[in-house]
């Protein structure tokens, strides 16, 4: 008990001794000053930006509104600092109302007058404060009947991963989309693209989220995806054993190649790589060729290659042949 006492008078000699009354008295005076320059400034009349939502209400329930050309309307008011400084860290202004019914000018389109942006910006303000101008001072929305298709997204943009990389798949989540816009719109819209995108020189796995780039008339659910793009290492490699056959053969002949089996050559993923087998390339001898050239040798062709598969080449492109009866 009696070091706390002794640590009470200790706080009370500090504060209450001549110097610290004078250093307090003067701080309150200049806390008291601060507070009057502060009422005098925000007593003065400012002119500041401010930012008011859109939003159209009252909208029928089998209305879908495809765009608003704005949701959001740039103000620029005059009025005292503390009613600006309200609009700006307050959000005192809220969010302006459209009636649909009251602008709908049918066909798909609603057009609200500067006039009335006007008036629905003011019924958001302060009586006392002024509108200096407008932006944008009319707006248009467009809305369908609940008209829609479903369509395929893709990837618009840059996408090059680092050399000795190639993109092997790519996945979108989700990979379809919903649109809605007029019937004339919806005829023309086969696939929606994302925003550009620009990503280079990354060797693992990239994951993207994108924003879908579509008209100003036209209302796309979700309006991003997930994209996942997945690379791999590019190698040459060959595969042995694929087999020839013959096309045009006649019926009752036999076409016999020597070898019977040849070797192709190559680029593609070692994930890709892993799962090749022979019988997935496509080589053939093409017995029409054979009775033209009257050779000793036959041309052989690779006709088709699996996906994933670039650069392909046959090892040997003559080999010798028999046609016999059967």
Partial sequence: ????????????????????????????????SG????????????????????????????????????DTIRVTVRDKGWVILAYLYGQKQGVAQVNFKSYDKGRGHGYVPSADTRRIV?????????????????????????????????????????????ISQVNYMPDSVDVYASRQKLDSIHVIYTEALNYVNFRDSLA??????????????????????YTDVLTEEAIDGVPIQCMNLPQGKVLRTFPGKVKVRFVAGVNRIRTLRPDDFVVVADYNDILQNGS????????NVPHGISRAKLETQQVDYLIEDE
């Avoid at 500090?14 to 005076?29: P, R, V, Y």
């Avoid at 101008?133 to 943009?157: D, L, Q, T």
């Avoid at 993207?208 to 793009?229: G, M, Q, T, W, Y």
Wanted: charged share 25%; aromatic share 14%.
């Fill in 208 to 229: 993207v989220e994108a924003r879908l780039s579509h008209p100003n008339d036209v209302k796309v659910v979700p309006e991003r995806i997930n994209i996942n793009f």
């Fill in 122 to 166: 003011e019924l958001r303000l302060e009586t006392s404060t002024k509108i200096v101008s407008i932006k944008p001072e009319r707006f248009e929305y467009s809305y369908n009947n609940g008209e829609y298709k479903r369509v395929p997204v893709r990837w618009a943009g840059r996408i090059i991963p680092d050399q000795l990389f190639f």
């Fill in 1 to 32: 008990m009696k070091g706390i006492d002794t640590i009470f008078r200790a706080i009370r000699i500090f504060l209450f001794s001549n110097l610290n009354k004078q250093f307090l008295i003067f701080t309150f005076f200049l806390m008291l």
């Fill in 296 to 303: 000793d040798k036959c041309t052989i062709y690779l006709r």
């Fill in 35 to 70: 507070v009057f320059w502060l009422i005098m400034t925000l007593n003065e009349t400012y002119e500041k930006e401010i930012k008011i939502p859109v939003r159209v209400n009252n909208v029928p329930k089998n209305v879908v509104l495809t765009s608003t050309v704005v």
